[in-house]
């Protein structure tokens, strides 16, 4: 592993990370730069709970979302646990998925039918959040080494940051949207029924309450018709 080589293109994939518009566009650089940059990676995702259903985010390959799905199914997987944080060590690394695999006794056999080899899987979590697991793929036996293993984890730490820092700016960015879209549905309202500001407000959440509706959507629609329906 030329470790200073590597160095540089971690640099690089900062740089790259910081400059993505949206949290799609940083997932999709993270499990691209997996492939890139982690010796013997032929595939990558980002797996993420919602209780026990299964989102796979930014797969470079099919056999990613495959696995991840079979884990659903099944209940249980080594990237089913990195996403919980039930690991030790916060990684996995099956070096050989042709040998047995006491603690996933069912999906190792299948994993292997869809063609994988070996993996690895690195949480990722900052202090606040458990943000799902970083899961790389190889369809040969024995591909991922310790150095492997380093890269990746060094990986998964920049990767952490960079996905909760592209989240949280989504967020608010979304947040201030909203409050927008409610302040110019607030001031229809005001116009065309001489309400005051409060009672404007009020007519919103009424209907969305009543309505089952969320509150940028009823704002939304009053901008859009000029009115509520």
Same mark, same amino acid.
């Given at each position: 592993?030329?470790?200073?080589?590597?160095?540089?293109?971690?640099?690089?994939?900062?740089?790259?990370?910081?400059?993505?518009?949206?949290?799609?566009?940083?997932?999709?650089?993270?499990?691209?730069?997996?492939?890139?940059?982690?010796?013997?990676?032929? +595939?990558?995702?980002? $797996?993420?709970? !919602?209780?026990?259903?299964?989102? *796979?985010? @930014?797969? =470079?390959?099919?056999?990613?979302?495959?696995?991840?799905?079979?884990?659903?199914?099944?209940?249980?997987?080594?990237?089913?646990?990195?996403?919980?944080?039930?690991?030790?060590?916060?990684?996995?690394?099956?070096?050989?998925?042709?040998?047995?695999?006491?603690?996933?006794?069912?999906?190792?056999?299948?994993?292997?039918?869809?063609?994988?080899?070996?993996?690895?899987?690195?949480?990722?979590?900052?202090?606040?959040?458990?943000?799902?697991?970083?899961?790389?793929?190889?369809?040969?036996?024995?591909?991922?080494?310790?150095?492997?293993?380093? +890269?990746?984890?060094? $990986?998964?730490? !920049?990767?952490?940051?960079?996905? *909760?820092? @592209?989240? =949280?700016?989504?967020?608010?960015?979304?947040?201030?949207?909203?409050?927008?879209?409610?302040?110019?549905?607030?001031?229809?309202?005001?116009?065309?029924?001489?309400?005051?500001?409060?009672?404007?407000?009020?007519?919103?959440?009424?209907?969305?309450?009543?309505?089952?509706?969320?509150?940028?959507?009823?704002?939304?629609?009053?901008?859009?018709?000029?009115?509520?329906?």
């Amino acid at each position: 592993m030329d470790w200073a080589r590597f160095a540089q293109q971690m640099a690089s994939m900062a740089r790259d990370l910081l400059a993505q518009e949206s949290v799609d566009g940083t997932l999709r650089r993270i499990t691209a730069s997996a492939t890139e940059l982690v010796e013997g990676c032929d +595939a990558a995702g980002i $797996l993420v709970l !919602h209780d026990r259903k299964v989102e *796979s985010l @930014a797969p =470079t390959d099919q056999l990613v979302v495959a696995s991840d799905q079979l884990q659903e199914r099944l209940g249980e997987g080594p990237c089913f646990d990195a996403a919980r944080g039930s690991l030790e060590g916060r990684v996995f690394r099956i070096s050989d998925l042709t040998l047995e695999q006491p603690r996933w006794p069912a999906y190792a056999p299948q994993a292997r039918t869809l063609g994988v080899g070996s993996m690895m899987g690195f949480l990722l979590f900052t202090e606040d959040e458990n943000l799902g697991a970083l899961n790389l793929y190889s369809s040969n036996p024995g591909a991922f080494t310790e150095a492997s293993e380093m +890269a990746g984890w060094l $990986l998964a730490s !920049h990767a952490a940051v960079a996905f *909760s820092s @592209a989240r =949280t700016h989504a967020q608010m960015e979304q947040a201030v949207a909203t409050r927008h879209v409610i302040g110019e549905a607030m001031g229809i309202l005001m116009g065309s029924h001489r309400l005051t500001e409060e009672e404007a407000f009020g007519v919103l959440r009424q209907f969305s309450q009543e309505n089952n509706v969320k509150l940028r959507e009823v704002a939304r629609q009053v901008c859009e018709k000029g009115g509520l329906s």
